[in-house]
Nanobody
Framework: QVQLVESGGGLVQAGGSLRLSCAAS????????VGWYRQAPGKERELVAA???????HYGDSVKGRFTISRDNAKNTLSLQMNNLKPEDTAMYYC?????????????????WGQGTQVTVSS
């Protein structure tokens, strides 16, 4: 069973930065796609960023140029550097992983989900 544990959320002012981290158990981490989803109250879950088993990346349009996803396969960790945060970035952020190397843009394709970490951006 794969476990994903997020950390690094919190309260920040608009324009500030936060770095989210995800620690993953299991040896499959390096060869499969991993990423970050977010969900704001009353809204659907949104794929924020993802990185494939081959290290190609995908970003949602709303975060391009502001967020950077990275992985450390030796440590089984995933990070999301979030800069120039906006109030609309406020959401619960989830670390996700799937059993396959490719990034898939549908929520149901992601097999494993962390418990989430809250990010709140004040104006």
């Amino acid at each position: 069973q794969v476990q994903l544990v997020e950390s690094g959320g919190g309260l920040v002012q608009a324009g500030g930065s936060l770095r989210l981290s995800c620690a993953a158990s299991g040896t499959f981490f390096a060869i499969n796609a991993v990423g970050w989803y977010r969900q704001a109250p009353g809204k659907e879950r949104e794929l924020v960023a993802a990185i494939s088993g081959g290290d190609s990346t995908h970003y949602g349009d709303s975060v391009k140029g502001r967020f950077t996803i990275s992985r450390d396969n030796a440590k089984n960790t995933l990070s999301l550097q979030m800069n120039n945060l906006k109030p609309e970035d406020t959401a619960m952020y989830y670390c996700v992983a799937r059993r396959g190397p490719a990034i898939v843009l549908t929520t149901t394709a992601w097999d494993y989900w962390g418990q989430g970490t809250q990010v709140t951006v004040s104006s």
